[in-house]
């Protein structure tokens, strides 16, 4: 959705959460997607003219919740791994030094006919961040061991099997 409306002085930061927002609601599938992906949205999606170089800077560096302020200190996206990125939710992880950052942009912000992104937002960050807590038990291996060892004490009380394990003690 190109914007023909007069130029705004649209943040870079933002032109890359909507590029990465545009990326995310069009393709649900995969889980984050290439730093030259989202630059390439933000060039299509032409919300500044000329393309502006600092949009790269921003999905690399600027952006980058996980990865520690030089000098922005955005939480707009998450690294996932080297080269990939998708936006980042609320649990992530974050380097301390972005405490208290943005995380999306400002509705008064956004150029005419993106304020939608951030209700999508809003919603896709909840859903994933609910999944996420379900089956958060099921891949921590920590988690996982819980009532492994109940085979230990099935024939006799706790109290009994720790009495039993410290005789001797002095």
Request: proline residues 8%; charged residues 30%; neutral net charge.
């Amino acid at each position: 959705m190109a914007n023909t409306a007069p130029q705004t002085a649209l943040k870079v930061a933002d032109e890359v959460w909507i590029a990465a927002a545009l990326l995310h609601r069009e393709h649900p599938e995969p889980p984050d997607f290439a730093v030259e992906e989202i630059v390439r949205r933000a060039e299509r999606e032409g919300l500044h003219k000329p393309f502006r170089r600092g949009v790269y800077v921003h999905v690399i560096q600027h952006c980058v919740a996980n990865r520690p302020p030089n000098p922005g200190r955005y939480r707009m996206l998450c690294e996932t791994g080297p080269g990939r990125r998708r936006l980042f939710r609320k649990g992530d992880s974050y380097h301390p030094g972005r405490e208290g950052a943005k995380i999306t942009p400002e509705v008064e912000d956004l150029p005419s006919g993106y304020s939608g992104l951030l209700d999508w937002y809003r919603d896709w960050s909840l859903s994933l961040s609910l999944a996420a807590a379900q089956n958060s038990s099921k891949d921590d291996p920590l988690l996982s061991l819980r009532g492994s060892g109940k085979h230990l004490w099935a024939d006799e009380h706790a109290d009994e099997y720790v009495r039993r394990l410290r005789e001797g003690w002095e």
